[in-house]
């Protein structure tokens, strides 16, 4: 019953999550592709298709990675070790989010991207809505950033396996220079949080 509330919980938390960056995304590529051409625009495309390989990878490898490198690290007091060992330790979550969450929402943000990039290349051709240049155009698009996404995918899979150590580690190493630079704490450890409710509750 915990494990089924717990997951409930989770689950509702990651729908509200999607919900506010899905609505983000969807605001900045809009507010950037209204002014730009369609070439940048289709720059702009494939950038956010890179985007979603790169947490597509960093999702399978969290899923791939082992705690014990990391905990040989967080021994020797390696900045970024002990973020690594949290990130394996609830790689479940951290794979939910970085491919279920920011990977899908960057392939639904580049679809609508991209049918803003065919209006605006079939205008530049003098092509209005509904030709059958724009109807080609479209698929032939369309047909390219699904390529790219899928072989990007497949490919960032690879790595993610081969590679899970050293691209976990580096994650690791990035959320601990947020935490000391910026003092954003991606990672909560349950473990500090515990230990700072008891010494309050003494206090």
């Not at 959320?175 to 409710?197: A, P």
Request: aromatic residues 8%; positive net charge; glycine residues 8%.
């Amino acid at each position: 019953m915990i494990k089924i509330k717990h997951s409930l919980n989770w689950t509702l938390a990651i729908a509200v999550i999607t919900l506010v960056l899905a609505a983000l995304f969807s605001i900045v590529s809009t507010f950037i592709l209204s002014g730009v051409t369609w070439g940048v625009g289709m720059l702009i495309v494939f950038v956010i298709v890179l985007v979603g390989v790169i947490f597509d990878t960093i999702g399978v490898a969290a899923t791939a990675a082992e705690e014990a490198p990391f905990h040989a690290m967080a021994a020797e007091r390696v900045p970024g070790a002990k973020e690594a060992v949290l990130i394996t330790r609830n790689a479940d979550k951290f794979a939910n989010l970085c491919n279920d969450v920011i990977g899908d929402i960057a392939g639904i943000i580049s679809g609508t991207a991209s049918a803003f990039v065919v209006i605006q290349f079939a205008q530049q051709i003098g092509q209005g809505d509904n030709s059958a240049y724009q109807f080609w155009i479209s698929v032939i698009f369309t047909s390219i950033v699904a390529s790219l996404t899928v072989g990007g995918k497949s490919l960032g899979k690879t790595i993610a396996l081969q590679y899970a150590t050293a691209i976990i580690f580096h994650v690791g190493r990035l959320f601990f220079l947020l935490e000391v630079k910026l003092k954003i704490n991606i990672l909560k450890n349950g473990k500090d949080r515990d230990k700072r409710k008891k010494k309050a509750k003494r206090k």
